[in-house]
């Protein structure tokens, strides 16, 4: 390899080539039309939610706060992907440059890792709420909010910045075609031409630390959580605790068995076909799943909506349905 093409490889001027799900694709019209329907249900969902949640004062509380952090995450999630995928499959075009593989890069990894750290404090919240409901507020006053959310994006900012500095310094001089349909790290890291075992290393001990974290702050609060729902006298104080941390579960399994695939399992267990399945799982199914979980099931979500829509004759009594 002459120098100017090592010049080239080094500074990230030539383009990257993105696979994606439509290349896999028998109807890849079909396919395209159905993730633009979840693109368009994902957004709307998260945006009613959010504007539920900031627009009715009784879901002024800690736990929906978090829930419309989860929102605005998934919206900027899915946005971060989908957009740049269908727009290239409409124009006939699959590049995308060094800059924005980058920033791809980077607020995938930060917005991923700070959903971890969100699923934690919303387990923490639960944990507290229902564990400690004497000192619910002192524990989980605004202050520590803004400290719990505030840390979930700095931390994974730092993270996301420092994965994605590294991996597009690395030398590119295989094939620039990325079997994904984004820049996701171990997809691109593929591509590069010199040794980056060490690296691999030192990155999936960092996922696994950044994972194993916060699901022991979950583990741990829905121990205590369950042991305190089975002292329970009130059969119905066991059903509201139940339906309250059942919804948020829910998504701890689903995005965290996402997770756990693409970062914790050995490599013989990966190809490029099943890391595209879960990464679009989890990157364009996941972000219609949330609302849904969190509203369906949530009588106060869907009380504010029937207020928001002036449907006075649906109007239920008003009880509290959360244990703090």
Not at 182 to 207: I, N, R, W
Request: net charge neutral.
């Amino acid at each position: 390899m002459d120098k100017s093409t090592w010049a080239t490889n080094h500074t990230g001027q030539l383009d990257f080539i993105l696979m994606g799900l439509f290349s896999q694709s028998k109807h890849p019209a079909f396919l395209c039309v159905v993730i633009f329907v979840i693109f368009l249900m994902a957004l709307s969902g998260n945006s009613i939610l959010i504007l539920l949640i900031y627009s009715d004062a009784h879901l002024h509380t800690p736990m929906y706060y978090f829930i419309s952090q989860l929102s605005l995450m998934d919206m900027i999630y899915i946005c971060v992907t989908v957009p740049k995928m269908l727009m290239d499959q409409v124009m006939g075009k699959n590049k995308i440059s060094a800059p924005e593989c980058g920033m791809q890069m980077f607020f995938y990894v930060t917005l991923g890792g700070s959903e971890y750290f969100l699923l934690a404090a919303m387990a923490y919240d639960r944990y507290v709420a229902i564990c400690h409901p004497l000192h619910y507020s002192t524990l989980m006053s605004h202050k520590m909010w803004l400290f719990l959310v505030s840390g979930c994006w700095f931390l994974e900012s730092v993270d996301g910045f420092m994965l994605t500095l590294i991996t597009m310094t690395f030398p590119f001089c295989r094939s620039r075609e990325i079997h994904h349909f984004f820049c996701e790290v171990p997809a691109v890291m593929k591509l590069s031409c010199s040794d980056t075992s060490l690296y691999e290393t030192l990155m999936y001990l960092c996922c696994v630390l950044m994972l194993l974290i916060p699901m022991t702050v979950i583990s741990s609060s829905y121990s205590f959580i369950l042991l305190t729902i089975h002292r329970m006298n009130s059969a119905e104080g066991r059903k509201k605790a139940l339906t309250t941390c059942s919804s948020h579960m829910t998504v701890v399994i689903l995005f965290y068995g996402a997770a756990i695939y693409t970062y914790m399992l050995p490599i013989s267990y990966h190809s490029p076909e099943k890391d595209m399945a879960v990464s679009a799982f989890y990157t364009i199914l996941t972000p219609v799943l949330n609302p849904l979980i969190y509203s369906l099931r949530n009588k106060d979500v869907i009380r504010a909506l029937k207020k928001m829509l002036n449907l006075e004759y649906f109007r239920e009594p008003r009880n509290k349905t959360f244990l703090y």
